[in-house]
Structures are given as C-alpha cells and as structure tokens.
C-alpha cells in the first residue's frame, strides 16, 4: 500500500548499514549502524523521508508553498527548504528560540536554501503551532495556497515515509545474513519511532525497538507514537501494538538540546573509534544511550542497529544558539 502514496523522490536509497568494529570489538555485541545521515539531499538525514510523501500530497493537493516549525537548530524545517527547492515550491520557516545574531548552522542552510524565516522567542513547540497558524492566515489571505506541516512531520503520511525505512531495514538484515534484536534510535517528535514500530507490527518482527526521547517524558512521547502509529497503521490496512512502544527517557539532560555528558563522550567515541560524527541534540544523546546498555553488558552476544538519523549541520551551530 506504501506504493500509491503520491511522492516525491528526495533520498537516495537504500543508506548504507555496516557493523561498527570498535563497539562490536569492545563489548562483544553485533553493533551495526543504519546510515541515514547518508540520505544524499540536502545535507542529509532522515527528514527527507517524511518529506518524500508530504511534499507528494502537497502537490497533489496544488500548493504552492510549504509551511512549518521547529527550534532554531531544526533540522526537519532545513529539509524542508531543500525539499521545497526542489520541488519549485516557496517555503516558510517558524524558528522558536532566540535569534541568532549571526546564521550558522541549519540556520546559514535554511537562507541558503531560500526559505522564508519567521522567529518567535520561545522553545514550547505549542507557542509555535500557534504562531505558524496565523503565518498560515496571513499568506492564505496573500492568494497562496498553504500546505501546513506539524513539527518534525509527525503525521501519518510523513510517518508512512519511515514505514517504508523498516522494509528496507529488512532488507538490509538479508543482505548482510544478520536479524537485528534491538534497534536503538533519537526519538524527537515521535514520527521516525511511529513509522518503524508501524512496520515492525505490519510484518510481526520479533525484535525490540527503543526510542531515546530527547524532549518529552516517557509517557508522553510514549501515547504520541502510539497514536501516531495506530493512525499509520490503519492507512496500510494493520494495526500498531502498544506493547511495540518503548522509550528511554534517561539521557534529555535538564531540557532539549541542552548538552550532556553521555552525549559528548558518545559523540568523540564514535568520531574517534569509528569516524562517523553525530550531533549533540539527537543522534549524541541516542549514542550515549546506546554505550551505557554495551557497557551495562546488556547487548553482549546481541545483533544491535543503531539509526543514525543525521542532524550533523549542529556541529556548526554557534554556542549562543545551543
């Protein structure tokens, strides 16, 4: 049923998987890592899977622009632009946080990119729905015809687009003679979690997938992806367990994007054992859940995958903006 979603094609797929030697050496697990920081378009990461089908049902239903929110660093509003370049669509960004006073980072990337940018000095994601309401109002009522999206994608269509990252994760397991136990990923607004647990329901695969919230407490995030997932597993004509919903809500710190210690040691780990970077929002705070479990001996004998979902741009964000 993935395929009679409209879409349009931004990533190139399939990304790469491959075993992490260092890790797998170290704590005598099976580590591999599902490179979706390797998505090939603008400047990578998972997003642009979700955008593949938001931006077809966008142009099925004949909009001209593209709106949505994030925090100042988003990595979903950067691919967003992108994905409205490419699609000959105008975009528009609300940033919530405080302005920067100089563009770095996904910031540099969103004005490169020719997105629109609308900042509101605040970091609760509701304040921005709100705000990104009225920008809606404002353009309808300019003649533009709208195509509004939530933070980080988090719908079922855009979940649909991480639904079909599972198959290929499938896919990925027979190429290289291995089935995964666990798949450990960041979980942010929940859509990436909700799209794997959809697949991992629609074909009953046996192993565990486990969300590392980097914003919300457990049991919020938890009722997120489970309704997120029952919605997109109706459209494929299945259902969504709430038993296959597991977040760890340890590794946040005092608040999103606040910088921890796990992550920082997690982040020079796999740069300097592995030469592969994360950043220090999502993909650090995942990591560092990842090597307290391998030194806990807690996936020793065990097939582990690691989703690196991208999120790299960070790395050149200005502290202020942190």
Request: charged share 25%; hydrophobic share 40%.
């Amino acid at each position: 049923k993935l395929a009679a979603f409209p879409r349009v094609p931004l990533s190139i797929v399939p990304t790469p998987c491959h075993r992490l030697n260092f890790l797998s050496n170290q704590y005598g697990a099976e580590v591999y890592c599902k490179r979706d920081d390797m998505t090939g378009f603008g400047f990578g990461g998972n997003k642009s899977r979700k955008l593949e089908f938001l931006v077809g049902e966008a142009k099925q239903h004949r909009c001209d622009t593209l709106l949505t929110c994030g925090g100042i660093q988003s990595n979903f509003c950067r691919l967003t632009a992108a994905a409205g370049a490419a699609a000959g669509m105008s975009v528009h960004l609300l940033l919530g946080g405080r302005r920067p006073s100089r563009a770095s980072g996904n910031v540099l990337l969103d004005e490169l990119l020719g997105a629109e940018i609308h900042y509101v000095d605040s970091d609760e994601w509701s304040v921005w729905e709100e705000e990104t309401e009225k920008i809606t109002d404002e353009l309808e009522s300019q003649g533009k015809k709208v195509f509004r999206i939530p933070v980080g994608g988090s719908v079922p269509v855009g979940v649909a687009g991480y639904t079909a990252v599972f198959l290929e994760i499938l896919s990925d397991q027979m190429r290289l003679g291995v089935d995964f136990d666990h798949i450990i990923h960041a979980s942010g607004s929940g859509g990436t979690q909700a799209g794997l647990v959809v697949g991992k329901d629609l074909v009953n695969w046996p192993g565990r997938i486990t969300g590392i919230s980097v914003a919300m407490k457990r049991e919020e995030i938890e009722e997120k992806v489970y309704t997120l997932a029952s919605e997109t597993a109706g459209l494929l004509g299945g259902r969504a367990s709430a038993d296959s919903v597991e977040v760890d809500d340890g590794h946040i710190g005092r608040a999103y994007a606040a910088r921890t210690e796990a992550a920082e040691k997690a982040i020079e780990i796999f740069a300097r054992k592995e030469g592969i970077f994360l950043d220090h929002v999502y993909t650090g705070k995942a990591a560092g859940a990842l090597i307290e479990r391998l030194e806990r001996g807690l996936f020793k004998g065990r097939n582990v995958l690691f989703l690196h979902t991208g999120g790299l741009p960070e790395l050149f964000a200005e502290t202020e903006e942190q």
